[in-house]
């Protein structure tokens, strides 16, 4: 495996959201992660993987760990901005506020002047690698068990007569019994009614809130696919890969994905071309 050093590492959008997404498979590993950080284990496992993933990269686990520090400082960054009350725009990762917000951010820390034509799509991912997620209550059910069914004593054969007696005294005798047993039996039975009642009832609720979530899923889902042809992330890494543009004009270009339908266009003209001249003309009418 050749060895390159970290300044020499070529990093792209894709290449840092297949990094997230092995750090968030593996976080829940306890040989791989403990409360102190990833373990040596975690890092090899990570870094084994993400070659896998990639294999044309051959990174170093020191070139993936000072990438997950960078992502993560990043993370902070914006984090700590966003708590200002500052706009930000989820479908491309980029925060928005005017001009004075922006003077206030950069001068509480100058370090987020970078993102100010910059996006950060990877910012909700990294939320969950290192804020984890909060369980609410549309997911925490609770079983019951019913409780276990009392067994009513039967009447031993002592407690009748040995005597025969007449008929008529016989059924008084034997009706006594099967009267309490019949009380007995309704009172049980009602607690047996009403707990499956409750247990129905229960059930209904836990089949509703699965059906709904299902189909709240499902429409995510849908809306991932419709977008993932042309997303800001598939507009970055064209970008990032065009020859004949500036580090400069690549970063204004991102203000030109704002639209959908530029970002359609950009991924639908074929003709690398005819890409880049429309591509310059979009960012010069922005500026």
């Known amino acids: 495996m050749s060895t390159m050093s970290t300044e020499r590492a070529t990093w792209s959008y894709t290449y840092e959201k297949g990094l997230v997404d092995i750090l968030k498979e593996l976080a829940n590993v306890p040989m791989f992660k403990g409360q102190n950080g990833w373990t040596a284990e975690g890092w090899r496992n990570i870094t084994n993987k993400f070659n896998d993933m990639f294999p044309t990269t051959h990174f170093t686990k020191q070139q993936v760990q000072e990438k997950e520090k960078e992502l993560k400082g990043n993370y902070k960054i914006i984090k700590e901005a966003r708590k200002s009350g500052v706009g930000w725009n989820d479908t491309l990762g980029m925060i928005i506020a005017e001009p004075k917000g ?39 059910f ?30 008084e005798v034997q009706s006594a019994p099967a009267s309490r047993n019949s009380e007995d039996q309704d009172v049980t039975g009602g607690k047996k009614r009403k707990q499956s009642q409750m247990a129905a009832k229960l059930g209904d609720y836990i089949d509703f809130r699965k059906d709904q979530i299902g189909k709240t899923l499902e429409k995510l889902e849908e809306k991932r696919k419709r977008e993932e042809d042309y997303s800001i992330e598939k507009c970055i890494d064209i970008v990032d890969a065009m020859e004949g543009l500036s580090d400069e004009q690549k970063a204004d270009a991102n203000e030109v994905f704002q639209s959908e339908t530029n970002r359609k266009i ?3 003209t074929k003709n690398p071309n005819v890409r880049l001249i429309w591509l310059k003309k979009k960012i010069a009418q922005n500026q």
């Open 102 to 140: 922006w003077e206030k951010l950069i001068k509480d820390n100058h370090k987020v002047a970078k993102f100010r034509k910059k996006p950060f799509p990877l910012f909700n991912s990294l939320e969950l690698l290192y804020e984890g997620s909060v369980a609410t209550g549309d997911l925490n």
């Open 142 to 171: 609770t079983s019951i068990q019913p409780p276990p069914q009392r067994t009513e004593p039967t009447p031993h054969n002592s407690e009748l007569p040995t005597e025969p007696t007449p008929q008529t005294k016989s059924i």
């Open 266 to 268: 950009l991924v639908g």
